[in-house]
């Protein structure tokens, strides 16, 4: 499951939710994949992240979104 791959403490860039394991948070690889960056570059960058972070983090973003009204 995706959101296996998103943690989230108090004590870790202040409670942002983050790639487990890292502190790469999850609203950076948004921004990243929304501003047009190739995957491959974001995973060269960030060597400790899998395909599978980027994608966790974009439905991590989605869910959060699902219900929120604007």
Known sequence: MAHERIHSSAGVMG??????????PVDLL??????G????EILADYPRLQT?????ALL?????LTDEAV
């Open 15 to 24: 409670g942002k939710p983050v790639i487990r394991g890292t502190r790469i």
């Open 60 to 64: 991590y973003a989605a869910a959060i």
């Open 37 to 40: 960056i190739p995957q491959q």
């Open 52 to 56: 599978e972070d980027i994608q966790a």
């Open 30 to 35: 948004v921004r990243m994949v929304a501003q």
